[in-house]
């Protein structure tokens, strides 16, 4: 099992082309299950965020394909 707060540490790192695309700031859950459903990662701050962000990525659960140590590594075709 794995905490939320734990999530957030992590760098999330896309498998198809090494793309950084940053840290865990949310999670989609589904109520009737318990059971999360996406990560959301917040967009790229755009000119140094005087100009807000990119949208963000959410990530479905079924794209994660390992947690590891440092980073989460998933799989964005």
């Keep these: 099992m794995i905490k939320s707060t734990e999530l957030r540490v992590k760098e999330v790192i896309n498998l198809v082309d090494g793309r950084r695309l940053g840290w ?6 589904d ?4 059971r999360v459903t996406a990560v959301v990662v917040p967009g790229p701050a755009r000119l140094f965020g005087l100009l807000g962000r990119e ?23």
């Design 24 to 29: 865990i700031d949310d999670l989609e859950l």
């Design 31 to 34: 109520l009737e299950s318990g």
């Design 55 to 77: 949208p963000e990525t959410v990530i479905p659960w079924q794209r994660i394909r390992k947690i590891g140590a440092d980073v989460i590594l998933v799989d964005l075709s």
